[in-house]
């Protein structure tokens, strides 16, 4: 019995060395990376990521027949030993890598529960060599007879197809995955040359896609990487005051993502008063900064072994993530060319004027009759109410609106009624804040506003900070929350 256990460990050493070896072969570009990753200096990337798949098939080799088993077991250990001692020192420095352990088959970040399982494989090699090897495995079946005889043969058939099927499914993976890069280069070639090129036909149900990504509203992972100038950032350093933060995560190597950046380029140079744009690229530091280089990109992080999608639950390239300028998650994962877009949009398409253009320049009669600039306060921010009394929703949040502008005292914005009504009947409304006339409604057409009650909140720089929130209930909450993108928890 002890001989059959001892078989049974050895050979199931020898399928995971086998199976781990031939994966990482046949995906030596994910090799690399996970190479790299862990710490290994980009001129070795290359080497080590040929030399380990064939250190682990040749230690499966090696444990197979009962003749070498026990040189088979001692590589074996020496590999799991300098896996251990890699993925302990990656974890000291607070740092959790893809481990790429058995290729595309799985692959997941390296922790504690990676380091359990390669102390059990080094387990089962020690008492591989501490026994002598084991016994035969040719041996140990001529030995079996009847029942046990078709057992052994049934279990060696289902591990070959399960195996089978395992590369099987990895190699249609891949396979449709170039399918898909060249169909989208095809597109890409057809448009450039003027060839209009149909969308997909709609489908009689529609498919919502599922959201991913961190909860709407929890802080936003902190950070602090390098970006491809050598220097540290951090989240901070990319947050500003009322502008969001869209951090793309990107890949030198996805055809997607470089159809994507040179909008990125434009949002960054055009749009940057309104939307940050940061690039998290999980690629070699060569070949992000030549991209980079070449596009005049701003700022490029390199995402080294994919650390921040990790972190930000992003799963793939491209793929993008809204961070408000408080610091918090204000959108799903937008995957994809299209849905990145979508997500710019829902910031600069937002009603009324973009997020951070200048409060346009307006002159209206106070209730006193005196001539006023409409103007953001320099010391805190400013709610712009456009107001009537005759409206029937005014009258209906009315008593609500003067309990909050009592109840703030100063904490929060600053409250200015843009009435287009009645001077008496505005009177009568007992406002406490400053109140100016503007019976053309000359100053809700500016901001962008269609009609009453509606709202906009200015920054103190004089700058706009938020798209036009309609109806009582979305300019209450502009009041209280002082949200810097209307729609960014929808």
Known sequence: ????????????????????????????????AAVTAFGAPAALAAPLALVIPLAELAAAALLLPAATAVAGAILAVGLLVGFGIAIALNLARGRAPDCHCF???????????TLVRNAVLAAIALATILGGGGP???????????????AAVAGIVIAVLAAGGAVAFVTLLRSYGRVLVRVDRLEQALSSAGVDVPPDPPSTLEVIPPQSGLA????APAFAVIDVDGEAVSLDDLLAPQVPLMLVFASPHCAPCAA??????????????????????????????????????EHVLLDTGATLQGAYEASGTPSAVLIGADGTIVSHIAAGRDAIEALVHRVLDVPGLPIGAPVPALELASLDGDRAPLTAAPDTDTLVLFWNPGCGYCRRMHEDLLAWEAAAN????????????????TREDGFRSTVLLDPQFTAGEAFGAAGTPSAVLLRTDGRVASGVAVGAEAVLALAGARVPIRSAGT
């Open 410 to 425: 100063g904490s929060g914005p600053r409250l200015l009624v843009v009435s287009s009504g009645d001077r008496e009947r």
């Open 1 to 32: 019995m002890t001989d059959a256990l001892l078989l049974i460990a050895r050979l199931g050493l020898c399928a995971v060395f086998a199976v781990a070896g031939f994966a990482k072969l046949t995906d030596r570009a994910g090799t690399r």
């Open 136 to 150: 035969s495995a040719i041996a140990w079946v001529a030995g079996l007879h009847g029942t046990a005889l078709v």
């Open 216 to 219: 709407l509203g929890t802080p």
């Open 260 to 297: 994507l950046l040179p909008e990125l380029v434009e949002w960054q140079r055009e749009h940057a008063e309104w939307l940050t744009v940061a690039i998290a690229s999980d690629g070699a530091a060569r070949d992000v900064r030549a991209e980079t280089q070449e596009l005049a990109l």
């Open 103 to 113: 290729g595309q088959l799985h692959s997941a970040p390296a922790g504690p529960r």
